[in-house]
């Protein structure tokens, strides 16, 4: 679907949208805990649907309701193959759930999950007494549990996601287990795991965040869950406020775990005019100066960032490119190419990116079907100088289904 944005000012208050993060670990705890679990504040992007899906699959029963989920647990195996869609953290995180089941299971996904590389999952699964497969280190991975525990050594430069997989799997394997990590990036989003863990029962012992260890035999309680507003979603209404609006963004939390609440820090850098309170931001237009930002824990950033950079004047510089390599699309490349088309010219030298600011151009852009793209070009086309076309807008839907409905609530101009 293509949808264009006309150059529009946005005001008034809008509700920041759920964290799927949150919502797919709470449903993977969830299936893992023999009764029922209830979600509140539930995000239904088609990465949770996919969670909900697999979870279904693995034995649980699950009753979607507007503002809740509930989740009965089971360990009774309903399907063989189970689909991630294209989440990575699906893949990353059911795939060592799956190891816990003594049965052939395969692991399927979708598009650009198809493109990613399941090595490291193939590699870990097999240290820990799982015969596990890919097709030439890609999917399909078939798994064959049950999983047993023990030592293991992994790499988490590329990703955290594994890791949370295994913290959640290892609790209910026969033995102790230990995992050894070398070079943790994105470390908020594994205190955010084991805080889940914590509310249904589970213990992990972290030292340094480079050795975990996890007693076997444990089991997960059934827990009524609260899912946070998401700062990754937020981030994108943050800045379309700095760039063109005066709004107030809603039920994001100050203490959240979540690593892309730094949004705060790079606004404040850019010179953004922001009124914080325990439960919302209140941020106007301001005029943005040139910041440097490190977002090598916080990648999700990388997008948003750039709009807020596209009408900061000067040369920005955000550090952590080569965290971008495996998302939904080669993120740095399309993120050059596609505010390039928008007059904006961003260089990319190892692991910085140069962004540098003035006012964007109309143009017609393409998502590289990357939900965070679409998003970043939308924010980017309030204050441009004129339309700006993006070609399937509808990938949104992976993590933010009512993007473009809020920003419309907020009185922008989207047509579709």
Known sequence: MER???????????????????????????????????????????????????AVGLGARVEPKADELKINGSGVLK????????????IRMFSPIAALYPAEITMVGANSLKKRPMFMIEEALNQLGVKCTSSNGFLPLTIQ??????????????????????LMALPLAARDSEIKVNNLKSKPYIDMTIQILKSFGITVHNTGHNLFQIPGNQKYIPHNYTVEADWSGGAFLLVAGAVNGQITV????????????AIISALGKAGAQMKISENQIEISKSDLKAFEFDATESPDLFPPLVALASYSDGVSTIKG???????????????????????????????????????????????????????????????ATGRVYIRDSQCVAKSYPGFFDDLRHLGALVHE
């Not at 949208?17 to 992007?45: E, F, V, W």
């Not at 549990?145 to 997989?165: A, F, K, M, R, W």
Request: glycine letters at 10%; one cysteine or more; proline letters at 3%.
């Open 250 to 261: 809603q039920g994001l939390r100050t203490d959240s775990m979540q690593s892309d609440m």
């Open 79 to 90: 399907e063989s193959k189970l689909n991630c869609g294209e989440s990575g953290l699906a």
């Open 145 to 166: 549990g049950p999983i047993v525990g023990g030592y293991c050594e992994i790499d988490g430069s590329v990703s955290s996601q594994l890791l949370t997989g295994l």
């Open 321 to 383: 490119v080569s965290r971008l390599m495996y998302k939904e699309s080669d993120r740095a490349t399309a993120l050059k190419e596609e505010f390039g088309k928008m007059n904006v010219r961003i260089e990319i030298k190892d692991d910085l990116m140069s962004v540098t600011g003035g006012r964007p151009q109309g143009a017609r852009v393409e998502s590289h079907d990357d939900h965070r793209i679409a998003m970043a070009v939308a924010v980017a086309s309030l204050g």
């Open 4 to 54: 264009y944005v006309e150059p529009s000012g946005i005001k008034g208050q809008i509700k920041a949208p759920a964290s799927k993060s949150m919502t797919q670990r709470s449903i993977a705890a969830a299936l893992l805990a023999d009764g029922q679990s209830i979600i509140h504040n539930p995000s239904y992007c088609d990465d949770s649907l996919a969670a909900m899906s697999i």
